[in-house]
């Protein structure tokens, strides 16, 4: 098979209807959120793939019906209401850092036992911030020196206050806390995010603290 691929100048107007790729983001966070809200919830423009993929067999796994459209980009999900059915539940977030950040921090909301994994790249990254957040909060989490594998013993997530810095890289050590901390049994007291003026990163995403 070549690798090239010709392209020629079109002779006269383009016309059609494209359908853009939804964002792997974005869909992993509403399947989550719509997991956990009450009634059904149908979401539409999704990314169907592997790493969405590994977030709908999680969910599934913890007792959410999912059903899924890939010719229509659509996915439809019956929420929990704040609680997995699911007691006990072994799960593989394989590649996907999303999943393995958002579920961590959601699966305190259960009541049973939950073994979280991922492939041999994510066992590689460091999660221990979560953690941290996590055991401040009351959840008894046991995990390798602040790597996955988790095991995670939920009895319902009470809430609380944490205060932790922001990475230097990316948010996404900070964005999956405030998802759990919403749906647990009391109002959360708050996350403060600590941001440092002098970072570029940090300048981008605004004060130096912040309550979320």
Known sequence: MSDTLEIRPAKGPVTGTPRLPGSKSLTNR????????????ALEGVLISDDTLRMVDCLQRLGIPITVDAERARMTVTGCSGTFPASCAELYAGDAGT??????????????????????RMRRRPIQPLIHALRALGVD????????????????LKGGRIEQPVPERTSDGVSPRPVGGCAG????RGIRALYR???????RMGSARRDV
């Open 30 to 41: 509403t399947l989550l959120l719509a997991a956990l809200a009450s009634g059904t919830s």
């Open 141 to 156: 989490v046991q995990a390798n020196q602040g790597f996955l594998p988790l095991r995670i013993r939920a009895e319902g």
């Open 197 to 203: 003026h002098d970072h570029p990163h940090h300048a």
């Open 99 to 120: 999943v393995a950040r958002f579920l961590a921090a959601a699966l305190p909301l259960g009541r049973g036992s939950y073994s979280l994994d991922g492939s041999s």
């Open 185 to 188: 049994r009391s109002r959360p």
